[in-house]
């Protein structure tokens, strides 16, 4: 059964200076809805589950035509953030002719007494069915659905893109007869391979993982790759000290083993690689391949 979209009770904003960008602060280094003008317009606070955390922002060209559309996850270690860390990112690509989403999932604690895993998952996979199941009334293609991420939120793209069939992974949310398959991932900044002692995992896997290696296996994406996996672009800082470099080149290098088109994007930073001119490279890289 497919959970209602009722935009009646959000409200619509037609983004011009000094909207929407004065409500919140802006915590990335783009600009918001606000720069664009009457470009692009934004819907905040969606609901697509029952709980406090399941809602999104919809951010869309204001022309009204379905366009593909880009759901975009925050980061923050499985523990902080959420969605409007994603403003930026979703704002330049709805000034590029995308509509994005910026969806809220389910977190852990810093230090490892609750665990996101893996509700965090089954929250990333129930905005991907949602959006899917209301592309009409979203003014989307729900035939052409990216998944992106930032840091925690890479993984989650990663984890929704590799395992559009793993049914113990859609979690028991809304739509359920609606694919979570998505047409690529573009995942930057993020830890793909929990086997390794990469990132900052507490969040995501609790206290205790350390020993718990069938675990650690299981929310790995790196082991669900296979020849038939979407087109990845991986955008990664060379000095990133909090996932560190290899991460991406370890999954560029399965992905080529793999057969699976993929492009591997190394930067001079350290863990947030995300800039106006590398968003300008990925959105050239979607209008190829979508």
Not at 45 to 53: R, T
Not at 123 to 138: E, G, H, P, T
Request: net charge neutral; charged share 20%; hydrophobic share 45%.
């Amino acid at each position: 059964m497919h959970a209602p979209l009722c935009l009646g009770l959000c409200s619509v904003l037609f983004v011009t200076c000094g909207g929407i960008g004065s409500l919140r602060g802006q915590p990335d280094s783009l600009p918001g809805p606000a720069h664009y003008g009457a470009a692009i317009e934004v819907v905040q606070e969606i609901a697509f589950g029952k709980s406090e955390h399941q809602k999104l922002d919809l951010y869309r060209p204001a022309s009204g035509e379905p366009t593909p559309v880009v759901v975009c996850w925050f980061g923050g270690a499985f523990w902080g953030g959420n969605p409007w860390d994603m403003t930026g990112v979703a704002s330049f690509l709805a000034s590029r002719g995308f509509a994005a989403v910026a969806p809220g999932y389910f977190l852990g604690t810093k230090e490892g007494s609750r665990a996101a895993w893996p509700q965090a998952v089954h929250d990333a996979k129930a905005a991907v069915r949602f959006v899917r199941a209301n592309a009409s009334q979203l003014k989307v293609d729900g035939g052409r659905v990216v998944a992106l991420g930032y840091s925690s939120g890479a993984y989650l793209a990663a984890m929704v893109g590799y395992t559009p069939n793993l049914r113990e992974l859609e979690g028991e949310g809304a739509n359920l007869d609606v694919s979570s398959r998505v047409s690529a991932v573009v995942a930057m900044a993020g830890v793909y391979d929990r086997r390794r002692d990469l990132g900052l995992p507490l969040g995501l896997l609790g206290k205790g993982y350390e020993e718990k290696i069938d675990l650690r296996v299981a929310t790995s994406p790196v082991i669900y790759v296979h020849s038939r996996s979407v087109p990845t672009y991986l955008l990664h800082g060379r000095d990133d000290t909090v996932a560190d470099v290899s991460s991406a080149t370890q999954l560029a290098g399965v992905l080529a083993a793999a057969g699976v088109r993929h492009e591997l994007r190394l930067v001079e930073t350290g863990h947030y690689p995300i800039s106006a001119a590398e968003l300008e490279r990925i959105v050239e890289w979607l209008r190829r391949i979508l």
